[in-house]
């Protein structure tokens, strides 16, 4: 029997019946549908990882930036006080840097 049939022969399919067409279709669209929503998922949640990787980013750089600013107004007043103090010899530093009388 196998012989009769060419290489690549389909057999012949009656016409569809319009209602079992029409359930095709829509199973396929429901399908389509419900394919499109999961690839909205994975989206949305990379772009979630992403958004919560900039928050976590730019907090540590402001708070880089708070730090520098802090060191740079710590240095400024250590340098500050020690040039007083120089030009009266009065005022001194601890070593944290605090004003003791002299």
């Known amino acids: 029997m196998g012989f009769l049939r060419s290489h690549c022969s389909y057999s012949r399919v009656d016409k569809e019946d319009p209602e079992e067409r029409q359930h095709l279709k829509a199973r396929f669209l429901i ?11 994975r989206r949305s ?3 979630l990882r992403a958004c919560r990787s900039k928050r976590k980013i ?3 750089l402001k708070r880089l930036r708070v730090a520098i600013s802090r060191a740079r107004r710590c240095v400024h007043r250590q340098t500050e006080i020690y040039d007083r103090g120089n030009n009266t010899g009065e005022i001194k530093l601890n070593y944290r840097g605090k004003v003791f009388g002299g």
């Open 31 to 41: 399908y389509r549908t419900l394919e499109e929503a999961d690839t909205r998922q």
């Open 58 to 60: 730019g907090l540590k």
């Open 45 to 47: 949640s990379s772009r």
